[in-house]
């Protein structure tokens, strides 16, 4: 079972920061949390991870608070091309191996 | 740098014969693992492979199988197909480590009539 719980769907304004979040009460010490998205039936595209600490790349930022149990990521100025289901996963680091648990995500509308 | 890359991106099949999907890696990468994904389950993950060794195997009956070669290419093979095998599989590779990430390709639609 997913290990993550999203909300179904959220819209954001052109322009406008998105923020999706992501509950992970559950997660153990040794797993990150990852982020992707899948634009209309394309391959997920990997946006970003963390452990524990905030991370921000070219993409986007992660904000993961202090007990880890969730996370928020943040488009700073989404365009329509953000349009696209939102995945959060934890993986766990431990045995090395790469299983990614997907849920059902959160389908995110950006409005013109 | 090239991405992950599967073929063929689409394949039409009857009920009852096989298929071979195929998933070469960005180089360097040794790790491979697949993924099903159907409108009514979502993306499921299938199996792993490093080393051409399967590290780690979702929950999909034994019709459901794969190989990674020694230059990490992998293929995997679904026998005696049914309608609900139509989904898009997708690959997605990477290099071994705890921090890493891992890189889909574009998938291949797979539809049994």
């Known amino acids: 079972d997913a290990k993550t719980t999203q909300p179904t769907s959220m819209d954001c304004a052109e322009g406008r920061a998105a923020n999706l979040p992501c509950n992970h009460s559950?997660?153990?010490?040794?797993?990150?949390v990852y982020w992707y998205r899948q634009i209309h039936s394309q391959g997920p595209q990997y946006i970003i991870h963390?452990?524990?600490n905030n991370e921000t790349n070219e993409m986007a930022s992660l904000i993961i608070t202090e007990d880890r149990k969730s996370s928020t990521l943040i488009l700073p100025h989404a365009t329509l091309r953000d349009t696209a289901v939102y995945y959060c996963?934890?993986?766990?680091f431990g045995s090395g191996t790469y299983k990614y648990i997907f849920g059902t995500g959160t389908r995110l509308k950006v409005l013109a | 740098k090239a991405g992950v890359t599967q073929t063929p991106r689409y394949l039409i099949k009857t009920r009852g014969q096989q298929v071979t999907l195929s998933c070469s890696p960005i180089?360097?990468?040794?790790?491979v693992s697949w993924y099903q994904q159907t409108p009514g389950q979502g993306l499921q993950f299938l199996f792993e492979?490093?080393?051409?060794?399967?590290?780690n195997k979702g929950n999909f009956p034994g019709r459901f199988s794969g190989r990674q070669f020694s230059n990490s290419r992998s293929e995997m093979n679904v026998s005696t197909l049914e309608l609900g095998d139509s989904a898009l599989y997708l690959c997605?590779?990477?290099?071994?480590?705890?921090?890493?990430?891992?890189?889909f390709g574009q998938g291949t639609r797979l539809t049994v009539v």
């Open positions: 997605a590779s990477s290099v071994e480590g705890s921090n890493t990430e891992a890189f």
């Open positions: 559950t997660i153990s010490g040794n797993e990150y």
């Open positions: 963390g452990l524990k």
């Open positions: 996963i934890v993986r766990s």
């Open positions: 180089s360097g990468h040794r790790s």
């Open positions: 492979y490093f080393s051409e060794t399967q590290r």
